[in-house]
């Protein structure tokens, strides 16, 4: 079993910039992809940016060139650094993790949620 743990969350002015920790903790054999979600009141929860263990990034076209991810792999923790913040980022910030269970193989590979972290971006 996987926890994830979201920080960093706030209240922050259009312009502004904000810092999304998440830290993974349980029993697991690896990690392989994480990466951030939001879903904001009445919509599809939509993929934000996501990193490969390898540290290749994915971003969505709204925050491309805004926010970057990027991740710990010796702390199980990815973070969203998130600049020039508008009021369409508000919403509910998930963090997702790919990881592969069990002790010994055969492996199972399983998705993780945190419970989310709000981002309020607001005058």
């Known amino acids: 079993q996987v926890q994830l743990v979201e920080s960093g969350g706030g209240l922050v002015q259009p312009g502004g910039s904000l810092r999304l920790s998440c830290a993974a903790s349980?029993?697991?054999?690896?990690?392989?992809?994480m990466g951030w979600y939001r879903q904001a009141p009445g919509k599809q929860r939509e993929l934000v940016a996501a990193i490969t263990s390898g540290g290749t990034t994915t971003y969505a076209d709204s925050v491309q060139g805004r926010f970057t991810i990027s991740r710990d792999n010796a702390k199980n923790t990815v973070y969203l650094q998130m600049n020039s913040l508008k009021p369409e980022d508000t919403a509910v910030y998930y963090c997702?993790?790919?990881?592969?269970?069990?002790?010994?193989?055969?492996?199972?590979?399983?998705?993780?949620w945190g419970k989310g972290t709000l981002v309020t971006v607001s005058s």
């Open positions: 997702n993790a790919e990881v592969l269970l069990g002790s010994r193989g055969p492996y199972y590979g399983m998705d993780y």
């Open positions: 349980g029993s697991f054999f690896s990690i392989d992809a």
